[in-house]
């Protein structure tokens, strides 16, 4: 966040609140084992329903805000996950999720950033938490990039 023009002590402040949020949603996420089984892909409810579960996020104003404003039928993967969030969103004030939403841009652009962005995301996630030794070249990262957006991803070596 200190890239993204955050102070030290803005950034340190961000990243405790982005870690909360990640921890609140990860506990309440399906494992890696339970997201393989094909019976916990498909939790349909209406409206009412998905509002009993998390009523503390105003759900109508959201799918009327993206335009489905007659949506009869909601895919709720995992459920838990949608209370968990609801409440995140009425214990949180509105600056804690500016900053994460900030956070999740940052995050997910900084591979495809300029080097500095581009290193700082490896260091952490490739080589700190997967013991990556070397980052690939931004070629190839931008190929296997669009590869997988196309559906075509190659086989890990």
Known sequence: MQ???????????SANNVLQ???IFAINNMTEEESRDPRNSFYKMNLQELIKIAPSFNWKNYFDALGLKNTN?????????FGSF?????????????????????????????DTYANENFNFFQRILNGITAMKPRLQRVLDAEQSYLGWALAKE
């Open 3 to 13: 890239l993204a023009g955050q102070d030290e002590e803005e950034a340190k402040t």
């Open 73 to 81: 039928e909601i895919n709720v993967v995992p459920p838990d996950f």
């Open 21 to 23: 949020l990640e921890t």
């Open 86 to 114: 609801a409440e995140a969103v009425k214990h949180n004030q509105l600056d804690v999720w500016k900053n994460y939403l900030k956070w999740c841009v940052v995050n997910k652009a900084a591979p495809y950033m300029d």
